[in-house]
């Protein structure tokens, strides 16, 4: 390509002549990029790239650090292509609903899961919803969640408007009539059994009586006298007496809203061992509930107590204390101290850890004559030597005259 004879800048900024030959100053854009290049890529002469004239050392090239792969990008489905069908099923499964958990019934610790659907509902606010026993009013705990379900929930149809709360105030009047209804046919059939409430379906259609009885009562005839005189479809359900003081409600001990009444959803079992864990008064009055059985709140530090129990001593063991031996009165769990009765017949209370257990022989009281209180500990180790003899209980009826079984005979003596 034959080069005019006046010089023009190409697009790197350098300028050429006609005898092909670079012009040695660059232009000012070239000066700027030059300045901004790296020293490593450049020569001595200021020339980048490789010179056939050049006999100083070339420059190594430099690798420029390669960007992480995109989060969002390619691998954002690999953890999805490994996993297997079973795990697929089990995180998949089902079909996305929108799901709200609604508190429904008499009983305001009952929390069920519903399919909002397309509806906006917020927390607290009263909605109409179907269940198997036909239409309810509920109360939203949460606001709805979209998540997999397998199974097909009920759905949550409206919220309140005014026709549903006139209808609400009806049922509650209805309610009150048919419960003084039924308590005056019970007294009148003197049935045993104790009437705790009665609920209307919001349709209006149906009516549930809860009663608590201590066995099976035949409540047909009551039956009978109620759809007489209210016209609606009857239910009867006996409860026990924990679910008859969660629908009843009332105020605790503790000056709290019942448990049974406010969030427990199952009774879990309670023992009187469980308030002897705690060193509770066993007075039936303090830990006893309005059902008249054991509080359910004992259960709920026992696995408290139970840990914090661990290398106490017992109550009536011997211990070795910083002023001698003594017998445990009492222990205090939380706090970790053992009050000890010493020889001296003084009480004492120390830390537990400088308490540690006597050793049984050599005890106070020790051998076969020692003291009582001391529990197993006191034994004396020649209790332990003597023969034991099995003996068996005659089982009720036989005859007295009867002579003795090979059981009841004394063992033969040695040979």
């Excluded at 100083?56 to 650090?65: D, F, H, K, Q, T």
């Amino acid at each position: 390509v034959a080069l005019l004879d006046a010089e023009f800048p190409d697009e790197d900024g350098w300028s050429f002549v006609e005898d092909d030959e670079v012009s040695a100053a660059p232009t000012p854009e070239r000066a700027r990029d030059d300045a901004a290049r790296p020293a490593a890529l450049a020569d001595d002469d200021g020339l980048a790239g490789d010179d056939e004239d050049d006999d100083g050392p070339i420059a190594a090239p430099v690798e420029l650090e390669r960007e992480p792969d995109d989060p969002d990008g390619d691998q954002v489905f690999s953890a999805l292509d490994e996993m297997t069908d079973d795990e697929w099923s089990k995180t998949f499964a089902g079909q996305l609903r929108c799901v709200v958990p609604v508190r429904l019934g008499v009983r305001a610790n009952k929390v069920e899961d519903f399919d909002a659907g397309e509806l906006d509902v917020r927390a607290g606010e009263n909605v109409v919803v179907e269940t198997d026993r036909g239409l309810a009013i509920g109360t939203v705990v949460y606001p709805p969640m979209r998540r997999m379900v397998r199974d097909e929930l009920p759905r949550v149809l409206r919220t309140l408007d005014a026709n549903d709360q006139r209808q609400r105030a009806r049922n509650e009047q209805r309610q009150d009539e048919a419960f003084s209804l039924c308590h005056e046919r019970i007294r009148a059939r003197e049935l045993p059994m104790k009437l705790v409430r009665v609920e209307y379906l919001h349709s209006g259609n149906k009516a549930l009586f809860y009663f608590a009885a201590e066995s099976r009562v035949d409540f047909r005839e009551l039956v009978r006298d109620l759809a007489r005189k209210l016209h609606v479809r009857i239910e009867m359900r006996q409860v026990g007496v924990r679910d008859a003081a969660g629908l009843t409600g009332g105020i605790g001990s503790c000056g709290q809203q019942l448990c049974c009444s406010r969030f427990l959803q199952r009774f879990d079992p309670v023992s009187i061992r469980m308030a002897k864990d705690q060193n509770l008064v066993l007075n039936p009055t303090k830990v006893s509930g309005q059902c008249g059985r054991l509080k359910c709140c004992l259960a709920y530090e026992q696995k408290l107590y139970h840990e914090a129990r661990k290398g106490l001593p017992k109550t009536g063991k011997r211990v070795e204390t910083p002023d001698g031996r003594g017998i445990v009165r009492e222990v205090d769990i939380l706090r970790r101290l053992v009050r000890v009765l010493l020889e001296e017949g003084k009480l004492e209370t120390y830390p537990a850890n400088l308490v540690t257990a006597a050793d049984r022989a050599g005890g106070p009281g020790g051998g076969s004559g020692g003291g009582g209180g001391g529990g197993s500990d006191s034994d004396g180790g020649d209790d332990d030597d003597k023969p034991r003899r099995r003996r068996t209980r005659r089982p009720p009826g036989a005859d007295d005259g009867a002579p003795p079984s090979a059981d009841d005979a004394d063992p033969a003596p040695p040979a």
